[in-house]
């Protein structure tokens, strides 16, 4: 493409994606409704900003040179079943959105992929043990709620929605952010993360019904030795996903998971995009520093594959 622009709508990780562009010398534009233009302006990092009444908008507007980057909202605002028959063009996978807002698919892509994921009760009636109930559709755990038995379940349990009955974990969440470049045959270990979520992580549980709304994200160096398994999970979902989707799934993506008291680790979800957590990561997480050895933060790694892949004529292969 000649006139090639990066692009994103304003919030979860636009900043990020667009010094990243910015520092690639890549041209970037941004999304954004009237009432955050100012707060955007100010960075300076978006060479044009395009505000508009709703993000629909986006489905109606000229962005044959735009490449977009999803984010978690991108995909919260913009329906998938839209975005996949759109001619707007992503870096990455669509389908591989599609597989992930799809809670069954979602399922089978990790099960394929041999992550070790919390064992799931397929009746209430089974359960004997703590569990974290999960309604479809729910939204950043919204409603999720943890239950010490079947009486808990059937007392707190909206038997009239759809929900998934997974154990619950006690342990550290951690957040691990790889990046899938096809340029260089690679699935490189990007950075980590935990999330602090409000009231599930505050330290005095007055509260009966916690929730998991999530706050922020902190950076974490993980012990040397789990690095090795999580490399290992990465590359089998790659393969799975490649399998599975019948096609290539290029950038970024996360394991989200939790590490329990013996070291097991428990993924119970994953995100096939930028994940906020990289926000830690600027300028760089200390392991995509050692890995390009100059700061390398997710918006640049971004940036620069799309680069790359434009001059060496192979940028339609990496996006959808
Ligand atoms: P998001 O939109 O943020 O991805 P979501 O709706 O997909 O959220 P999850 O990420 O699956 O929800 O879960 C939200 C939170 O619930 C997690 O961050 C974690 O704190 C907690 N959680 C989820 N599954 C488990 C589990 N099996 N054991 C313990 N805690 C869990």
Known sequence: MKNLKIGTIASHSALNILSGAKAEGITSVLYCKADRESFYRQWNVADEIITLDSYAELFDLDTSEVIMIPHGSFVAYLPIDRLVKSDIKLFGSKKLLEWESDRKLKDQLMKTAKLPVPKEFDSWEDVDRPVIIKYYGAEGGKGYFVAQNRDEIKQKADFSRKFSIQEYIVGTKVYVTF??????????????????????????????????????????????????????????????????????????????????????????????????????????????????????????????????????????????
């Not at 916690?210 to 790659?238: C, D, H, W």
């Open 179 to 320: 990046f899938q470049s096809y340029l260089y045959e690679r699935t490189e270990l990007f950075g980590a993360d935990i999330r602090y979520e409000t009231d599930i992580d505050a330290k005095l549980r007055f509260t009966a019904d916690p929730t998991f709304t999530i706050v922020g994200n902190i950076p974490v160096v993980l012990r040397e030795s789990l690095l090795i398994p999580y490399q290992k999970m990465a590359e089998n979902f790659v393969a799975a996903a490649e399998s599975l989707l019948n096609e290539r799934i290029p950038g970024p993506f996360c394991l989200e998971s939790i590490i329990d008291r013996n070291l097991n680790i428990y993924v119970f979800e994953f995100s096939g995009r930028i994940v906020a957590g990289t926000n830690v990561m600027i300028p760089s997480s200390p392991y995509s520093y050692i890995f390009h050895g100059e700061h390398m933060w997710m918006g640049r790694r971004i940036a620069r594959e799309i680069k790359q892949a434009n001059e060496r004529g192979l940028l339609e292969e990496l996006i959808s």
